[in-house]
């Protein structure tokens, strides 16, 4: 069955970087788009950052745009988010997220991120 399991949250001072990764199971993952989504206390799930299957374009929130870089490894089907610069605001559970070609969406169990000194 698909599985998305987030790693690489934890507490850091404003300024820092910390790296997420998210590894997938149960699907071709090269052959889709990936996304990674936040959702702080009190507020609704946000689009972060997304990647398309190969060549990987990219996108991203116009919050993080400069900040924040999606990667992904087909081979090790991991999707990656480094974040750099980072902010109070930034503080959320970071989840990665696909849809299948039936428009079903699969998400982790999400990633806490801290930002705070």
């Known amino acids: 069955q698909v599985q998305l399991v987030e790693s690489g949250g934890g507490l850091v001072q404003p300024g820092g970087s910390l790296r997420l990764s998210c590894a997938a199971s149960?699907?071709?993952?090269?052959?889709?788009?990936m996304n990674w989504y936040r959702q702080a206390p009190g507020k609704e799930r946000e689009f972060v950052a997304g990647?398309?299957?190969?060549?990987?374009?990219?996108n991203y929130a116009d919050s993080v745009k400069g900040r924040f870089t999606i990667s992904r490894d087909n081979a090790k089907k991991t999707v990656y988010l480094q974040m750099k610069s980072l902010k109070p605001e930034d503080t959320a559970v970071y989840y990665c997220?696909?849809?299948?070609?039936?428009?079903?969406?699969?998400w982790g169990q999400g990633t806490q991120v801290t930002v705070s000194s």
């Open positions: 997220k696909y849809t299948n070609w039936g428009n079903r969406d699969y």
């Open positions: 149960g699907f071709t993952f090269s052959s889709y788009t």
């Open positions: 990647i398309s299957s190969t060549p990987g374009s990219t």
